[in-house]
């Protein structure tokens, strides 16, 4: 069945680097794409998204780009604050001809100090 | 303020008893879905419906069940509650059309006894 690979699991930085976070999806239908921030003992939210025919897309300090041949969309934070550190999620949804989202693993980001 | 709500924050229940998590959302969403998700852990989906009547199961096998007799809600029932299903219980929502994107609750924190 479709599935989002979702690299790294883990990620550490030192304030102020760049985070780049990679997932890989397979169902070529898939056609928007969010991005999920859910800080410790909170809920997820969404922080950015990317529709199939936008190949980037940014707000501040974050940053999406999507391969759509390659299957294949990045989150980009820079300047990373420790407020960043929290557990990030891809889904890749697929809104035409049925519905279906399907989420990566997450990646846990810590930003040291 | 439009959102979704999510009742109890936290429950702790004895094996065997029968509980309800509540959900409900004020957004006018037609699609609505139940996730169980260990803290920071993946996402995994229990439970989804596209609208009033309609309800069906997800990838992750379960002994609950749910309901959708109104739009905004759509209540997760455990008839026979076992330490296995001790987890964190996420509601979340979307829309048909336009913006994709999910909003979760904060969540119902079961541990059974």
């Known amino acids: 069945g479709e599935n989002v690979e979702q690299h790294p699991s883990t990620l550490s930085v030192q304030e102020g680097d760049s985070a780049v976070i990679k997932c890989t999806y397979s169902d070529s239908a898939s056609n928007y794409f969010p991005w999920y921030k859910q800080e410790l003992g909170k809920r997820p939210q969404l922080i950015i998204d990317?529709?199939?025919?936008?190949g980037e897309k940014k707000d501040q300090r974050i940053a999406v780009t999507l391969n759509k041949t390659a299957k294949h969309f990045s989150l980009h934070i820079t300047e990373t604050q420790p407020e960043d550190s929290a557990v990030y999620f891809c889904a890749a949804i697929t809104y035409t001809g049925g519905f279906k989202t399907i989420f990566g693993a997450g990646t846990r980001l810590f930003v040291k100090a | 303020e439009a959102d979704i709500y999510q009742t109890p924050r936290y429950l702790v229940i004895g094996t065997g008893k029968k509980i309800t998590l509540e959900c409900s959302q004020t957004m006018g969403h037609d699609k609505m879905y139940w996730y169980q998700q260990d803290p920071g852990m993946e996402l995994h989906l229990i439970h989804y419906s596209y609208g009033v009547n309609s309800t069906e199961k997800g990838d992750l096998s379960s002994e609950s069940t749910v309901s959708r007799i109104r739009t905004e809600h759509f209540p997760l029932t455990l008839e026979s509650a076992r330490p296995s299903h001790t987890s964190q219980y996420l509601c979340a929502s979307s829309e048909y059309t336009g913006n994709y994107g999910y909003t979760f609750g904060s969540g119902t924190r079961l541990t059974v006894v």
């Open positions: 990317i529709r199939s025919n936008v």
